[in-house]
């Protein structure tokens, strides 16, 4: 089964930008997705956005259009999420979960994430 | 609007059926999944397409839906089943995903 390995904890001060990896155990990204989600502390789950391998595109969510930037190396199977001028309520943990080749060729069908990484704290602190 | 509406909290006791309601007028467009969360793990796909199972999850899980309602059904709670629960679906202009805000399961 394909597993989701993500990078370790970052603490950054605002302003600042942050890079967290997804690496998969296969070759899940091909002509598929990776989908990215966080979850403040005691919160909810927010999506931000997915990157497409499978069209080559990306659509993140209204909220964080302009500071979300998603990218695939398919070669190494590796997705990645840079989220750049950051603020305190940017504090979260962020996961990593992929997106079903039969889920991005057609979202008429349905849109489900699975599986997902571990999460990587992401804490925002002067 | 595209909102997911779910209660924060739903209880049951052992053996007991729990249900868990998402609300939303974008349900009667779109499918809806449903993933439980532990404390400390990442969340888990426990339905997908309004009511199918992923392998391995297991058969106490079910999901139905209706115009603007879906519902996670879980037959014969047992403790390890105290979780939260989100339900997700998705606005295909962008296409745009959306999660409720999460239900608790308490299993008393």
């Known amino acids: 089964q394909v597993q989701l390995v993500q990078s370790g904890a970052e603490v950054k001060k605002p302003g600042a930008s942050v890079k967290v990896s997804c690496k998969a155990s296969?070759?899940?990204?091909?002509?598929?997705?990776v989908t990215w989600v966080r979850q403040a502390p005691g919160q909810g789950l927010e999506w931000m956005g997915w990157?497409?391998?499978?069209?080559?595109?990306?659509n993140y969510s209204k909220r964080l259009q302009g500071r979300v930037f998603m990218t695939t190396e398919t070669s190494t199977n590796t997705a990645y999420m840079e989220l750049r001028n950051l603020r305190s309520d940017d504090t979260a943990v962020y996961y990593c979960?992929?997106?079903?080749?039969?889920?991005?060729?057609?979202?008429?069908?349905?849109?489900?994430?699975?599986?997902w990484g571990q999460g990587t704290l992401v804490t925002v602190s002067s | 609007s595209f909102e997911l509406t779910q209660p924060p909290s739903v209880s049951v006791s052992p053996g007991q059926t729990a249900r868990i309601t998402c609300s939303g007028d974008?349900?009667?467009?779109?499918?809806a999944c449903w993933y439980q969360q532990k404390p400390g793990q990442a969340p888990v796909l426990v339905i997908h397409?309004?009511?199918e199972r992923p392998s391995g999850i297991p058969e106490r899980f079910s999901a139905s839906s209706s115009g603007t309602i879906v519902t996670l059904s879980i037959s014969g709670v047992q403790a390890e089943d105290e979780a939260d629960y989100y339900c997700?679906?998705?606005?295909?202009?962008?296409?745009?995903?959306?999660f409720g805000g999460g239900t608790k399961l308490t299993v008393l």
């Open positions: 990157s497409s391998t499978y069209n080559d595109k990306t």
């Open positions: 296969g070759q899940i990204f091909s002509n598929s997705g």
């Open positions: 397409r309004d009511s």
């Open positions: 974008a349900l009667s467009k779109q499918s």
């Open positions: 979960a992929g997106v079903d080749d039969v889920v991005v060729k057609d979202t008429s069908n349905g849109v489900w994430f699975d599986p």
């Open positions: 997700q679906s998705a606005d295909n202009s962008g296409p745009y995903v959306l």
